[in-house]
């Protein structure tokens, strides 16, 4: 039987911003450990973006070498505690385990993170080159860089916008999923290793390409993120009390605006409406609850069915009392006194699947209203252009697609400016989540190393 962690209490939890969930005791990670099948074509390791060897990790495990099974893991991957909370392990490694073809599969996830928990990193012996890199942005992508290349000798050095380290492990996902002193343990690492970080940089702004260049930087790695919010372009938007999940989210994760004394605090109403059906909008809403909202819905186009957000976010949200309402399109926001008052609905039914597969919502011309005092988007971000530009007023003209990406050599990250590479949701491959940012990195790292070593 598959083990499962111990979880706070959700009419206690909600009102606190403590980890959901506790670690494996040693005697249910041994329990887990012994349930893996050990396939001689692990389909598990193919799952994982970074293709951490998880057979072998497991085995230490079940060996009692802990410290073993740390040392293998982080052979690819520096953010074991980090990613055995975030990542959608039931659509990758857990996904294509063969124990859950006929049973539940390995709780590959809550083991990676007992083991990134309770173990410590050695901290590899580094000969200098005196090359440089700079990576600009300090989450998933640029920290898996950041390490890769530190561990082949170079100096690096991580440049972030914001006055704390972390990216959108930080201001996007609430510390109830990944406790900040897990992630700070996580950069204290890299810092241990060698790895330089500047905070409140702005590449485009404060710094630009060139300067970098000028500064002595043999390569750049991009990986600032997508902090565009995409809105849902309706009458009524622009009200007091509408706001995309990416402000919310980084005013109480980044600036606890959810603490009255703080110098931005948060106008918290009665009633919230999170328009969409992803991790970022179950985020959302299970962290409005804990401001205090008494009711919070998620508003989705689609049916359950459809939601892509990660099962067990759904699950939580449901436990912590949020609303979900399906097949109903934003349609106009309606004010009084310039604040939110309520919000209207399309009613829609599936038509024919889109390009990504799924059914598409198709609206029947029926409208509903909802009493709320607060809207909050959650349907995505595209890329801040400030690189873009600046880089083009000084004559380097990235290739970028309509969305406004940057374009990059899949197999190597780089752009189309030689010695300049890009991923992460700047570049984005597949899924946006963690780990796939990290296997941006990883892509990165290798080819700045192999175009280092030439050099």
Request: proline share 6%; aromatic share 6%.
């Amino acid at each position: 039987m598959r083990q499962r962690p111990k979880e706070q209490n959700p009419d206690i939890r909600k009102t606190n911003f403590n980890p959901v969930e506790e670690n494996f005791t040693p005697e249910q990670a041994k329990l887990e450990a012994e349930r893996c099948l050990h396939c001689k074509n692990p389909q598990c390791v193919k799952g994982c973006p970074v293709n951490i060897n998880i057979p072998d990790f497991i085995k230490a495990i079940k060996e009692d070498n802990l410290q073993l099974a740390g040392d293998i893991i982080r052979q690819t991957s520096m953010l074991p505690s980090v990613c055995g909370r975030v990542c959608p392990q039931e659509r990758q490694c857990e996904g294509k385990c063969i124990l859950g073809i006929k049973s539940e599969p390995i709780a590959i996830g809550a083991l990676e993170r007992y083991v990134g928990d309770n173990t410590s990193v050695v901290t590899p012996q580094i000969m200098p080159t005196g090359k440089r890199v700079a990576i600009v942005g300090s989450g998933c992508a640029g920290i898996t860089a950041a390490a890769d290349i530190r561990k082949a000798g170079h100096d690096v050095t991580v440049f972030e916008a914001l006055h704390e380290f972390g990216g959108v492990l930080r201001y996007g996902i609430p510390p109830f999923r990944l406790p900040r002193t897990v992630l700070d343990r996580e950069i204290e690492t890299l810092k241990a290793m060698g790895v330089k970080f500047k905070k409140n940089v702005i590449v485009g702004k404060s710094i630009t390409l060139e300067q970098l260049k000028e500064d002595g930087y043999d390569a750049v790695f991009i990986c600032s993120g997508a902090g565009l919010p995409k809105m849902l372009n309706i009458p009524g938007e622009n009200l007091n009390g509408v706001s995309s999940a990416n402000e919310f989210l980084t005013r109480v994760n980044l600036m606890h605006a959810n603490d009255p004394n703080t110098a931005t605090p948060l106008r918290v109403g009665e009633k919230a409406a999170v328009i969409g059906g992803g991790n970022v909008a179950m985020d959302a809403a299970r962290t409005a609850v804990r401001v205090g909202y008494k009711t919070v819905y998620i508003v989705y186009r689609r049916t359950e069915k459809e939601l892509p957000a990660r099962l067990e976010e759904i699950r939580h949200a449901k436990e912590e009392g949020v609303i979900f309402k399906f097949l109903l399109a934003p349609h106009e926001i309606i004010g009084e006194n310039g604040y939110v008052k309520s919000m209207q609905f399309e009613v829609c039914e599936l038509g024919e699947p889109d390009e990504s597969g799924r059914r598409s919502p198709v609206g029947t011309g029926k409208y509903i209203d909802m009493d709320v005092d607060t809207v909050i988007v959650a349907l995505g971000t595209g890329p801040n252009p400030i690189i873009q530009k600046s880089a083009k007023s000084e004559g380097l003209d990235f290739d970028v697609d309509r969305k406004g990406y940057f374009v990059v050599n899949p197999d190597t990250r780089e752009t189309s400016i030689p010695h300049i590479y890009a991923g992460g949701d700047v570049a984005p491959v597949g899924e946006s989540n963690a780990i796939n940012a990290m296997g941006a990195g990883k892509k990165a790292a290798k080819a700045i190393n192999e175009y280092l070593a030439t050099l």
